[in-house]
């Protein structure tokens, strides 16, 4: 018998829901979201990690587990504009190819705002500001590049700067907050309706979720040697994720599949 596959972007804002996860007939694929939405709906992969934009556009095919997502309240530090200049200079911005989500958001708080620049998709990261106004990066790239950013790490993270020198750093998930009000989510487990993932597995994931969270300084420790960034910065970046898709957090999917024009009606896994 073939294991079951399980999508995993390898982010460290992840890395909590899986770091403990026990192998028992089923096995991890590591790949960014774009990779793993792809997977996922061809049914290459049962369940996965996939971006919400891509979630709420097909969800007449896929279902999600309804206690799991990789949300944030405010400032999340790993899905980040950086610009040089004013915000409302923007005329050509170059865009992350892992995601769909955070380009869709990107794309969304700008047109609020009366801006329309020119979007060109392209591989790299702040050296990508010599060519352009603007670079939109995410996942580990977005915090290793505001880490090194950083001339030493404040007291307090409430401390954090968002701009060095002719450098800005807008946060996507913090313009959201200042919009709704609502957590904004990046990611959710989901799988083909037709082929749900086994109950020992969804367990085990809770499992490992609880493990994950209960030993975060760990997980932070780990993630940090292997990003090269300060083990602090890490560990605030990880305590600010919501991993439960809570009442909040289905707001904010539901607020954000309304702002993109799309349903929002969710098949969630039956225990």
């Known amino acids: 018998m073939m294991a079951y596959v399980l999508g995993v972007p390898l982010y460290a804002n992840t890395a909590p829901l899986y770091r403990f996860l026990e192998p028992d007939g089923w096995t991890l694929r590591y790949g960014v979201p774009s990779e793993l939405n792809q997977q996922v709906r061809s049914g290459e992969i049962g369940l996965s990690l996939v971006s919400s934009y891509f979630y709420l556009k097909h969800q007449e095919e896929l279902a999600l ?7 944030v309240l405010g400032r999340v530090y790993s899905v980040n504009l950086f610009h040089r200049g004013e915000l409302a200079h923007l005329k050509r911005v170059a865009l992350t190819t892992e995601s769909a989500t955070s380009v869709a958001l990107l794309k969304l708080l700008l047109r609020e705002q009366g801006l329309a620049p020119r979007y060109e998709r392209a591989e790299g990261g702040l050296e990508l500001l010599e060519a352009y106004d603007g670079v939109l990066l995410i996942g580990d790239r977005a915090i290793q590049a505001y880490a090194r950013l950083l001339p030493a790490l404040p007291e307090t993270p409430h401390a954090l700067p968002t701009r060095f020198g002719e450098v800005g750093v807008e946060d996507l998930s913090m313009l959201w907050f200042a919009r709704t009000k609502l957590p904004f989510v990046f990611a959710v487990w989901a799988y083909r ?3 749900p993932p086994p109950k ?72």
């Open 193 to 195: 309706k037709e082929n």
């Open 65 to 71: 587990l309804p206690d799991f997502s990789v949300a």
């Open 200 to 271: 020992a597995l969804v367990a085990a994931l809770r499992r490992a979720r609880r493990l994950g969270l209960a030993r975060l300084g760990k997980v932070a420790e780990a993630e940090a040697r292997r990003l090269g960034v300060h083990p602090a910065l890490m560990e605030h970046y990880l305590w600010n994720f919501r991993y439960h898709l809570e009442e909040p957090d289905r707001l904010g999917l539901s607020a954000f599949a309304e702002a993109l024009g799309l349903p929002f009606a969710p098949m969630y896994y039956s225990e």
